[in-house]
C-alpha cells in the first residue's frame, strides 16, 4: 500500500495563500489519479480537487477559480496552490491516490489517505 504524507498547512488570514503537498512513497505514482479531499468539524468529508494520471484536473465548484491542484511525476508529489483563502475553507486537507487512471468525487474509488494537514483561516 502506498504511503501518503501531506505537509504545508497552517493558519493564515482571509484572502490569503497556501501551498498544500502530498509525497507518495513507491513506485507507479504516475500510473495513478489523486486527490484532494476536506472536512471540517462537524461536516462530512468533501471532494476537493482531483488530476488524472495524465494531468487533467477537476476542481470542486466551492474552490473553482482559488484552488490548483497539480503534480510533478518525477517528484512523486501532488500539490494544492491555495489562493483567496476564506474562513469556510478551514478544515483538515486529505491527500488520496484513487484506484484507477481518473479518480472520481466518490470515496469508494480512492485506494489510500493521508493522514491529513489543518488549514486554519482566520476573519
Known amino acids: 500500500q502506498v504511503q501518503l504524507v501531506e505537509s504545508g498547512g497552517g493558519l493564515v488570514q482571509a484572502g490569503g495563500s497556501l501551498r498544500l503537498s502530498c509525497v507518495a512513497s513507491?513506485?507507479?505514482?504516475?500510473?495513478?489519479?489523486m486527490g484532494w479531499f476536506r472536512q471540517a468539524p462537524g461536516k462530512e468529508r468533501e471532494f476537493v480537487a482531483r488530476?488524472?494520471?495524465?494531468?487533467?484536473?477537476w476542481h470542486a465548484d466551492s474552490v473553482k477559480g482559488r484552488f490548483t491542484i497539480s503534480r510533478d511525476n518525477t517528484k512523486n508529489t501532488m500539490y494544492l496552490q491555495m489562493d483567496s483563502l476564506k474562513p469556510e475553507d478551514t478544515s483538515v486537507y486529505y491527500c488520496?491516490?484513487?484506484?484507477?487512471?481518473?479518480?472520481?468525487?466518490?470515496?469508494?474509488?480512492?485506494?489510500?489517505w493521508g493522514q491529513g494537514t489543518q488549514v486554519t483561516v482566520s476573519s
Open positions: 488520496v491516490r484513487f484506484k484507477g487512471q481518473y479518480g472520481s468525487r466518490a470515496y469508494g474509488d480512492v485506494d489510500s
Open positions: 513507491g513506485r507507479a505514482f504516475s500510473d495513478y489519479a
Open positions: 488530476i488524472t494520471w495524465s494531468g487533467t484536473t
